[in-house]
């Protein structure tokens, strides 16, 4: 099993910056890509930005050079660095990990709310 812990979601102004964290524990297979979705209210969840243990990225393209995803593989961790926040980036963001062989499993975290006022 693996255990997804994020931390860092918050209130923050339109403009504003915030910092999410995601530690990963339990059996973390040695390939694997980790990354971020967002549910805002209403809507289904969507990937935001995603990272595979060698550093290759992808992000969706309403968060294109405002957010920036990296991992520390040694901690096994994964970050979400959000700058120009904007109200349409509300919602709750759950970290996600993908491994495995034959088949790929999905991890989710619990979720961090995010809240960006106007």
Known sequence: QVQLV???????QAG???RLSCAASGSIFSLNT?????QAPGKQRDVV???TRGGSTNYAD???GRFTISRDNAKATVYLQ???LKPEDTGVYYCNLRQ???????YWGQGTP???SS
Do not use: F, H, P
């Not at 994020?6 to 209130?11: F, H, N, R, Y």
């Open 62 to 64: 309403s968060v294109k």
């Open 16 to 18: 504003g910056s915030l």
């Open 49 to 51: 930005a995603s990272i």
């Open 100 to 106: 495995g062989y034959s088949q790929l499993y999905d």
């Open 34 to 38: 980790m990354g971020w979705y967002r």
């Open 114 to 116: 995010v809240t960006v």
């Open 6 to 12: 994020e931390s860092g979601g918050g209130l923050v």
């Open 82 to 84: 959000m700058n120009s």
